[in-house]
């Protein structure tokens, strides 16, 4: 019962944004890499324009990992994007507090024509396993909520910086021990619609 009202609550905050998402962040629940691994993944960005992001992940520990994003998003102005980010495991869930929460600060790039965007984006995140029974396979729903720092700066226009909230939502369906599924939106300024890729422990 405590489990199925911990996916209600993600399920009711989550799709109560808009649906767009972060193109820089974890792209993983908040628990610990899969397997206690190092991981690869590549996400499909869609919006208005269509993009591709490669991310690897690095296990420091089994409380802290960090990782390193490069993509684009195409259109009529192709976007470069680079990115990283540090992420430190907070609490694993537990009998008193069935939740994984995990803190990330992220940095992300943007470089388009005439126009470059640094964000920086410190976040929380939450998630809880669900084990399917009768397989090794697991449903991971995962929140995160952030706040994004913005520098625009465009050739022969100045600078500007601004700020906005992010909310993430998203469900990973693992596999097998050596494959995940997610699937994310979220809300927020400066982010995809939706999100869909795997991910892979090597």
Known sequence: MRRLAVLVVLLGVGLAGSARANTFGQLIPASPLMGGNNEFGVYLLLDNDTGLLGQARFSSSSKLDWGLQ?????????????????????????????????????????????????????????????????????LTPYLSVGLGINHVSVDGGGDDTSTDVNARFG????????????????????????????????
Request: net charge negative; no cysteine.
């Open 70 to 138: 490069a993509g684009f998003v195409g259109g009529d102005n192709t976007v470069v994007l680079l990115g990283g980010d540090i992420r430190p495991v907070l609490h694993a869930a537990n009998d008193d507090f069935p939740l994984d929460l995990a803190f990330d600060a992220g940095i992300g790039l943007s470089i388009a024509d005439h126009v470059t965007l640094l964000r920086v984006l410190p976040s929380i995140e939450g998630s809880h396993r669900f084990d399917l029974n009768g397989s090794d396979g697991a």
């Open 171 to 202: 469900l990973e369906w693992e596999a097998t021990h050596k494959l995940g599924v997610i699937g994310e939106f979220g809300a927020g300024e400066g982010t995809s619609d939706f999100i869909l890729g795997v991910n892979v422990p090597f």
